[in-house]
């Protein structure tokens, strides 16, 4: 089955740019989406389709995917960015909606 | 503005069965594929499963496969998860997503499943 790995943690200094990845073999084929998690919360779309952000989530976030990793950026992280992230995928394939396991952000 | 909400979670002992409903309001639930993700405690997110606008197509991840079934009723606007022969590795946050091109595009807040005795 696809996997899609992610780093545990990331820490990022107020007002600066994190930058959380996405792993996984030719990621690049696939449509990627990222999702944000604050503690006792739903997750919430933040990027679609690798690169899209719905309406209400700041220009801020941005995505990328190329190759055998995808990308999301936060840029001017605030603390209220503080979260868990989680990359996803369909995988035609097999039918299987993949998730990756999950980035913790902190906010310095 | 879109609306999901899951019900009929609770504590039940393993090897028993459980219905979780999600209740879909403000957008044309028949025109919308829908997904079932859970979240064990202190855990990521995990696919349990997906249904088709008719319900003509299922799918379901291979830890719950054979023990649960996923509905609809396009005409209560509700969404369904029959869960059977619990374990206790099934105890989890349940949300229900609303799917659009492959990615869950609105989510519930969830109902919690302990599976324990």
């Known amino acids: 089955s696809y996997e899609l790995t992610q780093p545990l943690s990331v820490s990022v200094a107020l007002g600066q740019t994190a930058r959380i990845t996405c792993g996984g073999n030719k990621i690049g084929s696939y449509n990627v989406h990222w999702y944000q998690q604050k503690p006792g919360q739903a997750p919430v779309l933040v990027i679609y389709r690798d690169t899209n952000r719905p309406s209400g989530i700041p220009e801020r976030f941005s995505g990328s995917n190329s190759k055998n990793t995808a990308t999301l950026t936060i840029s001017r992280a605030q603390a209220g960015d503080e979260a868990d992230y989680f990359c996803q995928v369909w995988d035609s394939s097999t039918a299987y909606v993949v998730f990756g396991g999950g980035t913790k952000l902190t906010v310095l | 503005e879109v609306q999901l909400v899951e019900s009929g979670g609770g504590l039940v002992q393993p090897g028993g069965s459980l219905r979780l409903s999600c209740a879909a309001s403000g957008f044309t639930f028949s025109s919308y594929e829908m997904n079932w993700v859970r979240q064990a405690p202190g855990k990521g997110l995990e696919w349990v499963s997906y249904?088709?606008?008719?319900?003509?197509?299922?799918y379901y991840a291979d830890s719950v496969k054979g023990r649960f079934t996923i509905s609809r009723d396009n005409a209560k606007n509700s969404l369904y998860l029959q869960m059977n022969s619990l374990r206790a590795e099934d105890t989890a946050v349940y949300h229900c997503?609303?799917?659009?091109?492959?990615?869950?595009?609105?989510w519930g807040q969830g109902t919690l499943v302990t599976v324990s005795s």
């Open positions: 997503a609303r799917d659009r091109d492959g990615y869950n595009e609105y």
């Open positions: 249904i088709s606008r008719s319900g003509s197509t299922i």
